[in-house]
């Protein structure tokens, strides 16, 4: 297969072409030229689209897609479906599923279904057993079968020394541990941020307490045990500032946030629609400010979309007895331009999560794999339940003004576009 990327501004700052608009050829999955201008031949796939721009293929590390158990909020065909045309070559996906991914051969019935899709699919193994908090998983044995990290999906690590045997058992084998940063005994029976509008709106406040003293539990255990700790979805100034601070002493530890944590503030909770309710919950105006800053000096590594379909009979309902959840990768980079720039959104989205979560890593380079993204940092529309492309509607962003949006991907020797 022969492909030509016409016109395409290039944004990877490994690539000698970075910023340079340029014809791009590809063959069999290699790019064999990039040139000012490529002739077109009859053989060749042309790609021609409006702004088209292009950087390394994205990966969100957070993301569920409900088979096997859940397949009524979505199915892993249709899910790698939306993952391309949102534009990721890659996904984790979590063990958000029935039964856990929490041993070897649920690891590899999850990469078996992705096998010969343009989007690679990486598990992320249970940290426990079943993911009820008592008995470690098989991690080694997951980790040979294709999982690159170990976490229990929403669910916190209660037991103290637990993870820190998790910790210290991962070292023998390079592994990556995942800890939930919320604190159940604090965040109690609540489902919206603890603050004014909680107050006003007579919701169950989650205190940012609840995340801020699982992620001091989390660093203290990390500096006592070793290992390399990842912290996913913070959503606190304070979190921002423990973390920062213990990346200062050398700890190895990293963290993600959630794109609409990032973008969207407790004030969307009038109206009381639950596609607003999330778990963590949505923080404050001075929250949300903090984590840009967080992104900007590196202390936050990676942007996930967080992606959660879920069913109808749990959103359409009350928003105080509805599940927490949102869909985010058809969102993701619509609403990311409109609080960073594209450069970092394309550094927390490709080359951090890669290096972090032990993955190759690529540039825009001739004789170089082609695992591309292809986008328009253009364009400013209202998202609405039309561009939703999972087979769940339960988006957080139905409504709000969004920047650019992603054209698909070419991985894996495939082109999927989203036109």
Known sequence: MTTLLKSATIIDSSSPFHKQTKDILIIDGVISEINDTISEKDEYTIVSLDNLHVSTGWFDTSVSLGEP?????????????????????????????????????????????????????????????????????????????????????????ENDNLLKI???YAQNFNGLVLSFPKNNKIAGEGIANEGLNSTKLGLKGIPSLAEEIQVAR????????????????????????????AKSKGLHVTCSVAVHNLVITDDALHGFDANNNVNPPLRTEQDVNALVEGIKDGTIDIITSDHN?????????????????????????????????????????SDNPKT????????????????????????????????????????????????????????????LLNT
């Not at 500096?223 to 500032?241: D, F, N």
């Not at 869909?327 to 980079?333: D, H, L, N, P, Q």
């Not at 087979?391 to 991985?411: P, Q, V």
């Open 69 to 157: 158990g859940y397949e009524e909020r979505e199915n892993i065909a249709n899910g790698l479906d939306v993952a391309a045309k949102s534009g990721f070559t890659q996904i984790a996906i979590n063990a958000n599923t029935h039964p856990v991914v929490d041993n070897k051969s649920a690891v590899e019935f999850l990469i078996n279904k992705a096998i010969h899709k343009p989007v690679s699919v990486f598990p992320i193994g249970a940290l426990t057993q079943k993911s009820q908090g008592v008995e470690m998983a098989e991690l080694y044995d997951m980790q040979q079968s294709g999982a690159i990290a170990f976490g229990d999906y929403k669910k916190p690590v």
């Open 356 to 415: 972090i979560f032990g993955l190759e890593t690529s540039s825009i380079h001739i004789n170089q794999k082609a695992d591309l993204t292809l986008f328009n940092p253009e364009g400013e529309f209202k998202f609405s339940q039309e561009d939703i492309l999972s087979t769940s509607k339960n988006s957080i962003f139905i409504g709000h003004n969004l920047k650019g949006k992603a054209y698909g991907i070419y991985a894996k020797n495939q082109l």
């Open 218 to 245: 989390d660093l203290f255990l990390l500096e006592y045990a070793g290992g390399k700790l990842h912290i996913p979805t913070i959503s606190t100034e304070k979190s921002v500032q423990l973390i920062r601070e």
């Open 309 to 349: 379909p879920i069913d109808i009979e749990h959103k359409k309902v009350e928003f105080s007895i509805s599940k927490s959840g949102t869909v985010g990768m058809e969102s993701a980079f619509g609403a990311l331009q409109t609080k960073l720039d594209l450069e970092t959104i394309i550094k927390c989205l």
């Open 166 to 168: 998790a910790l210290l």
